[in-house]
């Protein structure tokens, strides 16, 4: 499963129509009970822990928000090393 927060930068006006209307789409532990028991949860991060996500979800066995993260990070890294130095690898 992944889900993202309901309101983004920019769209602050918005806020709480948006919490109420996605209210019921939260990502819970009573969710992530009805999935398979290998389902992971993902999130791009930042999340909004309690809105778009309970934080046993997020901070649960199942989770792996902090490995997503972590290898952006590394695809970032080589995209500004390709940007700066040209060099690619095969």
């Not at 602050?12 to 019921?24: C, G």
């Not at 028991?37 to 901070?59: K, N, Q, S, Y």
Request: with cysteine; net charge negative.
């Amino acid at each position: 499963m992944t889900t993202d927060v309901f309101t983004s930068m920019g769209f602050e006006a918005e806020a709480q129509q948006r919490l109420d209307a996605f209210r019921e789409y939260q990502v819970t532990s009573a969710l992530m009970k009805l999935a398979k028991p290998d389902a992971l949860f993902m999130h791009c991060l930042l999340t909004h822990r309690g809105e778009e996500v309970e934080a046993a979800v997020i901070d649960g066995p199942q989770s792996v928000v902090w490995d997503e993260a972590e290898n952006r990070m590394h695809a970032q890294k080589a995209l500004i090393e390709f940007l700066l130095l040209g060099q690619k690898y095969d």
